[in-house]
C-alpha cells in the first residue's frame, strides 16, 4: 500500500504542482527545474529545502505553498521505494507544462524526446516545423546516416538549407507524438523550436507561468 501511495503521490504532485492559487493580487512564482527533477527522484528532502528557498525570496507566496510543503514533509516520512522511470512520470496526461522562463518573451518550456532526454525549447507557434540544435542531436545519437532529407527554411537571416531527420517520440504535458521529422539547426542555434508539426494537434492556452495543452478531437 506504501508503495503505491508513493507512486500515486508522485504523479499526483507533478501533475498539481502547477495549479497552486497565488495569494490574491500577487504574481505566480515558476518554481526552478531542480524542483521538478526532485520530485521525479522521490528526494522529498531536496524538494522541501529548495521550496522553502523560494518562500523565503518570495515570502508573500508562503500561505499559497504551505499546504504543498506539508504534503512533502508527509512523504519524507514514508519509507522510499524505487523512483519509476522519468518516463513514467512525464507521461501523466494533464497536458500542464511549467514555462521556466521567457526568452525575447517567447516562453522556453521542457520537452522529452524518446522518452528520456529532456531539453528546453522555444514555444515557436509560427514556425512550421520543431527543429532542435546540434548539441541535442548529438545527445540523441542522430548521425549524417540519418538525414532523410534536406530542406529550405526562410528565416530572418534569409533562407537555409537544414537536414531533416527522424526522432522516436517527441512528449510535452504527457502527450506524445511519435515517429516525427525534425530539422537540425546550425551551429548558430542554441536552443530548439517547438513547432506547429507538433502543436497543431492541440488546443495551446498561454498562461502566466505554465501553458495549457488540450488534445483536440
Given at each position: 500500500?506504501?508503495?503505491?501511495y508513493?507512486?500515486?503521490a508522485?504523479?499526483?504532485?507533478?501533475?498539481?504542482?502547477?495549479?497552486?492559487?497565488?495569494?490574491?493580487?500577487?504574481?505566480?512564482?515558476?518554481?526552478?527545474?531542480?524542483?521538478?527533477?526532485?520530485?521525479?527522484?522521490?528526494?522529498?528532502?531536496?524538494?522541501?529545502?529548495?521550496?522553502?528557498?523560494?518562500?523565503?525570496?518570495?515570502?508573500?507566496?508562503?500561505?499559497?505553498?504551505?499546504?504543498?510543503?506539508?504534503?512533502?514533509?508527509?512523504?519524507?516520512?514514508?519509507?522510499?521505494?524505487?523512483?519509476?522511470?522519468?518516463a513514467?512520470?512525464?507521461?501523466?496526461?494533464?497536458?500542464?507544462?511549467?514555462?521556466?522562463?521567457?526568452?525575447g518573451?517567447?516562453?522556453?518550456?521542457?520537452?522529452?524526446?524518446?522518452?528520456?532526454?529532456?531539453?528546453?525549447?522555444?514555444?515557436?507557434?509560427?514556425?512550421?516545423?520543431?527543429?532542435?540544435?546540434?548539441?541535442?542531436?548529438?545527445?540523441?545519437?542522430?548521425?549524417?546516416?540519418?538525414?532523410?532529407?534536406?530542406?529550405?527554411?526562410?528565416?530572418?537571416?534569409?533562407?537555409?538549407?537544414?537536414?531533416?531527420?527522424?526522432?522516436?517520440?517527441?512528449?510535452?504535458?504527457?502527450?506524445?507524438?511519435?515517429?516525427?521529422?525534425?530539422?537540425?539547426?546550425?551551429?548558430?542555434?542554441?536552443?530548439?523550436?517547438?513547432?506547429?508539426?507538433?502543436?497543431?494537434?492541440?488546443?495551446v492556452?498561454?498562461?502566466?507561468?505554465?501553458?495549457?495543452?488540450?488534445?483536440?478531437?
Amino acid at each position: 500500500m506504501t508503495q503505491h501511495y508513493g507512486y500515486w503521490a508522485l504523479a499526483t504532485l507533478v501533475g498539481m504542482v502547477f495549479l497552486i492559487a497565488p495569494a490574491k493580487g500577487v504574481p505566480a512564482v515558476a518554481l526552478p527545474e531542480s524542483f521538478y527533477r526532485a520530485i521525479a527522484n522521490q528526494d522529498w528532502a531536496t524538494a522541501v529545502q529548495i521550496l522553502d528557498q523560494v518562500i523565503r525570496a518570495h515570502p508573500q507566496q508562503a500561505q499559497a505553498l504551505a499546504s504543498y510543503r506539508q504534503e512533502l514533509l508527509r512523504l519524507q516520512q514514508l519509507p522510499r521505494t524505487s523512483a519509476p522511470p522519468m518516463a513514467t512520470v512525464i507521461t501523466q496526461p494533464n497536458g500542464i507544462v511549467p514555462i521556466l522562463r521567457r526568452q525575447g518573451g517567447i516562453p522556453v518550456i521542457p520537452v522529452t524526446f524518446n522518452q528520456r532526454l529532456r531539453f528546453e525549447m522555444l514555444v515557436d507557434s509560427g514556425a512550421s516545423m520543431t527543429v532542435i540544435t546540434r548539441s541535442m542531436a548529438r545527445a540523441l545519437g542522430i548521425t549524417p546516416a540519418q538525414v532523410v532529407d534536406n530542406r529550405v527554411f526562410h528565416t530572418a537571416n534569409g533562407q537555409v538549407v537544414l537536414p531533416i531527420v527522424y526522432v522516436q517520440s517527441i512528449s510535452v504535458g504527457g502527450f506524445h507524438r511519435k515517429q516525427l521529422p525534425v530539422a537540425v539547426a546550425g551551429s548558430e542555434m542554441t536552443i530548439g523550436l517547438l513547432g506547429q508539426d507538433f502543436l497543431q494537434h492541440f488546443d495551446v492556452s498561454l498562461r502566466q507561468d505554465h501553458i495549457q495543452l488540450q488534445r483536440r478531437p
